[in-house]
């Protein structure tokens, strides 16, 4: 199984970016996804979820109401939309795929690389 994560950039403060994450390999389809992020220095956390079947979103309470979560079935691939991005949202950006769908980062199996996003104010 193989995640990659893409879509980051430079964007300037209130820009958006769509990131994206496509699986390849054995298929996953009842998996939930998660996107995490790490800023320099800082642990990674949690940013959002979907589960697969039922398309249920969960996010972090400092990306509510500028971040969704979508999917593309047919695709097998679930997108980040981020919106009025902020220099605090600089970070790397992972997604990951397991079982359920949690905030919690050792419930996700597999992971994808990362990629990085960058915002200035």
């Known amino acids: 199984v193989q995640l990659q994560a893409s879509g980051g950039g430079s964007v300037q403060a209130g820009g958006s970016l769509r990131l994206s994450c496509a699986a390849s390999?054995?298929?996953?389809?009842?998996?939930?996804t998660g996107w995490f992020r790490q800023a320099p220095g800082k642990e990674r956390e949690f940013v959002g979820s979907?589960?697969?079947?039922?398309?249920?979103?969960q996010y972090a309470d400092s990306v509510k109401g500028r971040f969704t979560i979508s999917r593309d079935n047919a695709q097998n691939t679930v997108y980040l939309q981020m919106n009025s991005l902020q220099p605090e949202d600089t970070a790397v950006y992972y997604c990951?795929?397991?079982?359920?769908?949690?905030?919690?980062?050792?419930?996700?199996?597999?992971w994808g690389q990362g990629t990085q996003v960058t915002v200035s104010s």
């Open positions: 990951a795929k397991g079982f359920a769908a949690s905030e919690v980062q050792g419930m996700y199996a597999y």
């Open positions: 979907i589960m697969w079947s039922s398309g249920y979103t």
């Open positions: 390999g054995r298929t996953l389809s009842r998996y939930a």
